[in-house]
């Protein structure tokens, strides 16, 4: 709920393509009114996951797109009373499907890189707060992402070690992002 996957019209002949990726009156007529302040652009290699992030006192809105590469991206509701509190949602965002996704405040975000590079780019509505950042275990099981790809077993921790993708590649996750607890915890430390 909230969440929303947009494709772009490309205009596209011999020369190349063009595209819109962002028109705020055509955002606004489909439900997408934000004020965007930061534009943010990422490199990863294949089998980095970055994720799953969010703001506790800034939340931040995000369109994102991937302008080299493959990712899978996920966003996890976190909204107080919301149906779909916990759930999640995932889609395929690539160069070559130039699809974008928008996540309202209050969900948890991440992705997986699936080709051997991505160039990731997102707006926000919100600055970057780094003593504001918090995450959600990647692998929780109470939410039960399916990443893409990914093989290993699950041992009580958001640990890499013992995942991989199903080519091999290892998976790579930062110090932190291998630390963050799971939505239950969440849930206790907020009262809900």
């Not at 928008?102 to 975000?109: D, R």
């Not at 199903?166 to 849930?187: C, F, M, N, V």
Request: with cysteine.
């Amino acid at each position: 709920e909230g969440l929303k996957v947009v494709t772009p019209t490309v205009h596209g002949d011999d020369r190349g393509y063009f595209m819109e990726t962002y028109q705020k009156k055509e955002f606004c007529d489909a439900g997408i009114d934000v004020e965007f302040v930061q534009d943010n652009q990422s490199s990863s290699k294949k089998g980095v996951l970055r994720g799953l992030h969010f703001q506790i006192h800034y939340a931040q809105s995000k369109l994102v797109r991937v302008v080299n590469g493959e990712v899978f991206d996920v966003a996890v509701d976190l909204r107080p009373g919301s149906k779909t509190f916990g759930k999640w949602f995932g889609v395929l965002l690539s160069a070559e499907n130039k699809k974008q996704f928008f996540i309202p405040k209050n969900f948890a975000h991440g992705f997986i890189v699936l080709s051997d590079e991505a160039e990731f780019c997102y707006k926000v509505d919100d600055f970057w707060h780094p003593n504001d950042e918090a995450g959600i275990a990647w692998n929780d099981p109470a939410i039960g992402v399916a990443w893409p790809q990914v093989e290993g077993s699950y041992d009580g921790t958001p640990s890499a070690a013992g995942y991989h993708l199903t080519d091999g590649t290892p998976l790579t996750l930062s110090d932190k992002d291998q630390k963050w607890e799971g939505i239950e915890a969440y849930r206790k430390e907020r009262g809900l």
